[in-house]
């Protein structure tokens, strides 16, 4: 899987859009680029993943850029709940079996009253 | 549905004991796994599931067993525990077909060893 590179931590007032950046260079053709938040001592929660074109769902947007090797997860509206350890995690498509996730240390976003 | 379940929540071992980390899920899925939180790091995964009567290694196997006892339930043993096992053990599981790859984690064990 390839690596990925997250800052490790970032402030967002409540209300505002959070933005997320993960680099991932080395990203091949066949993986994707998915998100998980923990929100404190709870397990990781999905959020959305894609491989190349954006993707929004409920929770959040997925910016991919063009050449893939960088993307941006967009909380809209941050609300405090939004306080956070969100992970970039890069992997492809497993074929049938599962081999488990790759967590790095993520970036730790705190949403600001 | 209560989703991915784990007991117990909370446990305090001495060094050589031995225990069991119970896991289940309601969900019908293919895949389970376990995976371990040190403080201010990310989770690392210890064994995985892909399906019913297979397990596999994950990163950092030593000093841990596992039993997939049958869909539903995933269990990890430590048969002599040690101080550096210390640490959150999350459960998993998912789906396998397709490129959608969303696990479901349990609310964790925070395990100490003494």
């Known amino acids: 899987d390839a690596k990925t590179t997250q800052p490790p931590s970032m402030d967002c007032a409540e209300g505002r859009a959070a933005n997320l950046p993960c680099n991932h260079s080395?990203?091949?053709?066949?993986?994707?680029v998915y998100w998980y938040r923990q929100i404190h001592s709870q397990g990781p929660q999905y959020i959305i993943h894609g491989l190349k074109n954006n993707e929004t769902n409920e929770m959040a947007s997925l910016i991919i850029t063009e050449d893939r090797k960088s993307s941006t997860l967009i909380l809209p509206h941050a609300t405090l709940r939004d306080t956070a350890v969100y992970y970039c995690?890069?992997?492809?498509?497993?074929?049938?079996?599962?081999?488990?996730?790759?967590f790095g240390k993520g970036t730790h976003l705190i949403i600001q009253p | 549905n209560a989703g991915v379940t784990q007991t117990p929540k909370f446990q305090v071992l001495k060094t050589g004991q031995s225990m069991t980390l119970q896991c289940a899920q309601d969900m019908n899925h293919n895949s389970m796994y376990w995976y371990r939180q040190d403080p201010g790091m990310g989770l690392r995964l210890i064994y995985y599931s892909a399906s019913e009567g297979t397990t596999d290694k994950g990163e950092v196997p030593n000093g841990y067993n596992v039993s997939r006892l049958n869909k539903r339930e995933f269990s990890l043993r430590l048969e002599s525990a040690a101080p550096s096992q210390t640490s959150v053990y999350f459960c998993?599981?998912?789906?396998?077909?397709?490129?959608?790859?969303?696990?479901?984690f349990g609310p964790g064990t925070r395990l100490t060893v003494l």
């Open positions: 998993a599981s998912s789906e396998t077909s397709g490129s959608f790859y969303e696990q479901f």
């Open positions: 995690i890069v992997r492809a498509y497993s074929g049938g079996g599962a081999d488990g996730l790759t």
């Open positions: 080395t990203i091949s053709g066949n993986e994707y």
